[in-house]
């Protein structure tokens, strides 16, 4: 695992300055793609995929302008400040286990910014990454089936590194962070967008490596560790009915689970979850 390097760095993340820093991990130099103008990591990495891309490849933007969150939203991506990526994988798993993934992939992004100093992080279901409580990071997992059978998993990854406030557009400014301002206190953490990335990555590997051996009972463990919503009144969707309730629990196959005041337990399959104080 690569140590955390407290310079920031803006320079472009090409194959020449990752390689070094990828060695035993699931992406290696010869799968991996820098970009320096796209539309979007994903659309980009599932074109690669359907071309026979292999496991292990990633695509880095250097600018990217097209980029999307779940739900069809837009992701903002500030070029040399931010990181924009996406990772092509090919588990033999079943399509309702897709939704493991995302959760695998918040845990190993976690603990790869609380490694670089990053405090206050947290998970919110199903995809998001906060710092002191506002996004930080947003995760989007797509997926190619065959028959009942998953062939290709892109999983796109976007983190506001260096970015500051007045970086943001306006009406992202009281939701969004980047892991350098959402310390507080007008503290200003430097980081390595390099390094921060080969963290990922490597972390990202122990814990894909371990899913395909144990399943996702560690990987829920941790995930529920880093969710202080669990217990408190959220709004989410059920169906198509927006209602409120609170949130109990992860199911045994990474759904929420929700105590619904007339229906009582239900999970949430898809959908957002709003929590009744923001932050939390």
Same mark, same amino acid.
């Given at each position: 695992m690569p140590s955390n390097n407290s310079s920031v760095d803006d320079a472009p993340l090409t194959a020449a300055v990752m390689a070094p820093l990828l060695t035993g991990s699931l992406f290696q130099p010869h799968n991996y793609h820098y970009v320096a103008q796209l539309d979007s990591t994903s659309r980009t990495a599932m074109a690669m995929a359907r071309n026979g891309a292999a496991e292990g490849s990633v695509v880095v933007a250097g600018e990217q302008h097209g980029g $999307?969150? $779940? @739900?069809? &939203?837009?992701?903002? #991506? #500030?070029?040399?400040?931010? @990181?924009?990526?996406?990772? %092509?994988? !090919?588990?033999? %798993?079943?399509? *309702? !286990?897709?939704?493991q993934l995302t959760l695998l992939t918040g845990v190993a992004l976690a603990e790869s910014v609380e490694t670089a100093g990053v405090a206050g992080v947290t998970l919110k279901w199903p995809n998001d990454l906060l710092v002191a409580g506002r996004k930080?990071?947003?995760i989007l997992s797509e997926m190619v089936l065959q028959g009942h059978q998953v062939v290709v998993v892109v999983i796109g990854v976007g983190i506001n590194v260096h970015t500051t406030t007045d970086d943001f557009p306006?009406? =992202? &400014?009281?939701?969004?962070?980047? =892991? *350098?301002?959402?310390?507080?206190?007008?503290?200003? @953490?430097?980081?390595? !967008?390099?390094?921060?990335?080969?963290?990922? @990555? #490597? $972390?990202f590997t122990d814990w894909y490596r371990r899913f395909l051996r144990e399943g996702f009972a560690p990987v829920r463990q941790q995930w529920l560790a880093r969710a202080p919503f669990m217990g408190r009144s959220v709004r989410v969707m059920l169906g198509n009915e927006r209602v409120d309730a609170r949130a109990i629990d992860l199911d045994a196959d990474g759904f929420l689970l929700v105590d619904h005041p007339d229906r009582g337990r239900c999970r949430v399959v898809s959908g957002d979850l709003l929590l009744d104080q923001w932050p939390p």
């Open positions: $999307r969150g $779940r @739900l069809e &939203r837009s992701w903002y #991506h #500030h070029p040399s400040k931010n @990181l924009a990526f996406s990772c %092509i994988l !090919r588990p033999q %798993i079943e399509p *309702m !286990r897709a939704v930080a990071a947003g306006p009406e =992202l &400014r009281q939701t969004a962070t980047s =892991l *350098m301002d959402g310390q507080g206190d007008g503290q200003q @953490l430097p980081l390595s !967008r390099s390094q921060l990335l080969a963290a990922f @990555l #490597h $972390r």
